[in-house]
């Protein structure tokens, strides 16, 4: 049994709150367990200049974190005038796999900026900010579709994000912080509603992990993200 | 009548929910309306070097808007690298005000980082920030004296904080954003649980404002910080 | 009495002397007492992006002190790769004074750079560079129409501004470095040569000031500012 | 047949120049192909200032690109101030990977600061600097055996890595600048001698890759990583 | 006769105001011709961490120029978050010359910071800030004298610069900036009281120089170096 | 005698390796003894804003050295976030010089990026870099040449550069790091193919030098030079 008495393939609670904020096109509080990210998706006309004339469009995304989301206190990278390392990795981690949801070609000269800001973080901020985007995305592109600003459905289904990691040679699914900063071998799995991968990032954090465990972890993750996808779609009224 | 539906001389419905994250040791949600700004108070041992051997504590205070906290999304400012001098503007008038909470000699050598972070803006969200954060401030004493941290009490009372205008040569309390963006004066107002005043910043948008309006503002701005600190005192069951 | 011999209501001498470096369109060196600032006002042709198209102009203002300016060396702020907080909101106190100097709108696609450089600094160095600035831009506005630049007249009006304070429960005017460093209240005053304010700002540095010291400061800038005016249009010839 | 003309499984050309340079306490000079990476290990006493006094010692790495080493000129990162998130990216899993050849409490307190520097581009730059690197620490903790800085043998064995990806459904090992920009996944994987993962870095360029192709891309990886580990020792001597 | 009808080997007219402003230890006016320069010697205890426990001192300087010191409006790079190319080397030439003038050895360990600001530039701003400053050090170390922190007499004499130049096949001393960004080649020369060399720094703007007009700029330096110390002597008192 | 073994007017041998890397237009590794710089020329077509629309081109450089090319490690300048004042210099130096080589008049918009990145540093990098980076512009015009997209030959004519300095008052010809840092003055020259001088730079480190010690100095760089010329033509077959 799990320190939060979870069993080993079972995700925290989970939960897509729509509407959170109202200026944004899409905005979604995503919970899981206590992990909150606030998920806001932006619709902007015009894309970046490389793009320019080519009739597509773009997708990019920001990830921070309230400096008090954490145990202790984390300095505001506003402050220091630099976003860390780990924060470029995750936001380039969150642009890559929102933009696996879309046909770019079919969205027009438009741009949409995914932000995902944690409000209080507990572990898989970058999973749970991918899969509250999602959601967030959809009801941005239902706005574009509102606005009569598509002429083409860009969207080519939900993708979701899981944990999962090796504990005592143990795979478990969804790893909260304590869980996570004890852990062996931390692996992000990101998933299209269809099935397929869209991410593997695997770090052993102190020692190597074997093909079986990888293949187990791997096998936890696609049963977890079919869940979170089922929730999203509840979320959603599909 | 205004735009809401208030009269001159009514704030917007106020709301502190105390605990609203779990890890920071005074951690408030305010909202002036549907200005909704998160505020912690965060404790660490140890002040800054230039205070060091003094036995005093310190509290500095840092401000920040989430990108689609707004009506069309602002940049990051962790992304720009900096923060824009209206952010430093804004966090430096926090701390001045939240200072006023507290005998520093009273506090041993501790920090108080207060953060406030808006979640979602509609005008007068550094006066919000104010009157949530100390309340925040509060609960963060309390941590720290029922962790027998404290051994006199710092504490010299509330402080709290609210926006007045001048529009159409009538004064009116609490602008929200649409009353901001066109009000030929915005006066903000930081005053003492004990009736003293704080601060005084006016600034005329557009044009110039009489000794008179001046007056009319400050009076205003006296009674709409008396009812605030009222509910942060029906916050706190005091 | 106070440490320079003067009374609570008496300024320091004021001096203004215009054209003092070549190149700058307005160039004036303000003095108040001790506190020595440079006062350029450049013109240059077109406005900024969002701006364009408008047939409007814009003023903006920067300010800076030499590093040794002041009793103990500051660091540069170059060197350091960043403005502090005090000098952006200084120098958007100063843009927005000087921009209720003019009428944008008559003004034509141009856009006024005000720089105020503390060459030595003893206590109100904001005010005096607003009070300073407010000459160099009258000069550089003649440049404008010597050079028939301008097909109307954008000037409102000059403006001024003091700094007032509290100290031993007393008001005092134009405070210098000693007397600021040590007084309870510091209140800058902005007003135009009509007799309306631009800005008030004050703060509590150890406490709070009541509503009948707050109207004693306010009269005595009253009549500060209306002498400030008298001398700018003597150095003016006007 | 590929572009180059090598089979699927097969890699390019490897090779391991030691002593490239003369100051490094390991240099090595790694060719992948036409990608060629300095990659050299320096020796400090002493540790980051949050590992001092445990008796541990530390390793880091950094990561960057000649200015041509590219088809077109990319811009300096020193002359832009800032590294690129693929950069910080790139240099966090190259220290995550060799850190996995060492048992740091067996190093003594001493850093270990790995730079790999890529003198010419054709894919797969992260995976050959981790190669290289591994070969050039090797060299490093050898002058720290000689200079008697070490009382026991902190190394725990050799990693290695290389990129496999999905172009037209078949898995490539050791992908060359073309195949990399045109496949439809890429994948990074890192090794020990012993076998185990260290890291496992996948992503969708175009389309998602199923579970099978993601075991056909780890199986092409074990063993191409067995091959190049058979090249760096063969460079070492062993 | 040169634009000013100065005769080629003739200096504009020099000055040195000591005590300029009231703060700095050393505090001096420069001007050459329009050139002026304020340049301060300030004074602290305690050496940069390189150079802690030795027993020596330290001198360093910045350079700075007002946004409008100059025909057309500057950035100012406080604003622009770095300094220039320009500035960086300018301010290390001027550390470099003053250092020139002090056994370091004898100073105790105390920093001399040299601070020059163009108040208004019309060439030579880099030579009349040399100049400038060594009349604002001899004041600096005076203090040092009577503040009895001083064992030993650090000074080894006095530094001066000039610039020299071709035009049209001749060598003209003292360029103002209509010569000097018309002129061939622009040579900036630092020597001291006894005639030695410091730097020499040399540059051909549009075509190559000879080794003869090398040899006749130096010739023109060393006479006018000569007659510049003889002002700062005058100026000192000495 | 040398310490390693060279007469007073003796170079090091001295290395042109063209073609080094694949990418570049112009490549060229340059060895000054144990000195080794790679130089690229890149071309790009079009050119700053500020020289838009008058069918001129430019040249502009940027030097770096790898973290571990000295003796000791130097922090990554772009990890800093910025470069050195030193770096700063010296590539304004190398661009100044390579500018020397080209009438710009005859390049077309095309803008021509010198990069020159120290692999291994051991005295006089900066000579080693302009005199490198001449042989990589060559091949990089004909490039432009070969590409049919000059009308005019731009090319002016070789440039090389050299130091030399003044040790225990003798003359020495390009110094290694040994020597560059125990002397007491150090002069680096630039000149032409045809014998001009383009840039002097001369410092004296410990005690200043004197006008014979100059000539001796002009005189070593002269010959020096006409040998490094030499080399350069026999490297590109003239």
Redesign the interface.
């Known amino acids: 049994m799990r320190i939060d008495g979870r069993t080993n393939n079972q995700l925290r609670p989970i939960q897509f709150i729509r509407h959170y904020?109202?200026?944004?096109e899409g905005?979604v509080l995503v919970c899981f367990g206590?992990t909150?990210v606030?998920c806001?998706a932006?619709i902007?006309a015009g894309v970046p200049r490389w793009l320019k004339g080519q009739g597509k469009g773009w997708l990019t995304a920001?990830y921070?974190m309230?400096?008090?989301?954490?145990?202790?206190?984390t300095q505001?990278?506003?402050?220091?005038?630099?976003?860390s390392?780990?924060?470029?990795?995750i936001?380039?981690l969150i642009g890559?796999s929102l933009r696996?949801m879309l046909d770019l070609s079919k969205l027009g000269e438009n741009t949409i900026?995914i932000?995902c800001?944690v409000?209080?973080?507990d572990g898989g901020t970058r999973t749970a900010s991918i899969s509250g985007a999602a959601v967030a995305l959809i009801d941005a592109l239902e706005c574009l579709q509102r606005d009569k600003k598509l002429s083409q459905d860009p969207l080519t289904g939900l993708v979701a994000a899981v944990s999962v990691g090796i504990k005592n040679s143990e795979a478990l699914l969804d790893l909260n912080y304590a869980e996570d900063s004890t852990c062996d071998t931390d692996?992000n799995v990101v998933?299209?509603q269809?099935?397929?991968?869209?991410?593997?990032?695997?770090?052993?954090e102190d020692?190597?992990?074997?093909?079986q465990q990888?293949?187990a972890m791997?096998s936890l993750a696609?049963a977890g993200i079919a869940e979170i996808i089922t929730a999203q779609k509840q979320a959603l009224g599909w």
Chains 1, 2, 3, 4, 5, 6 share one sequence.
């Open positions: 904020t109202k200026h944004a905005s206590d909150k606030l806001t932006s902007e920001e921070g309230l400096p008090r989301a954490t145990g202790t206190r505001r990278e506003a402050a220091r005038g630099k976003q390392g780990r924060t470029q990795e936001q380039r890559r696996a900026y932000d800001d409000i209080q973080a692996l998933m299209t269809a099935g397929g991968f869209i991410e593997i990032q695997g770090t052993a020692k190597s992990f074997s093909r990888a293949d791997l696609e």
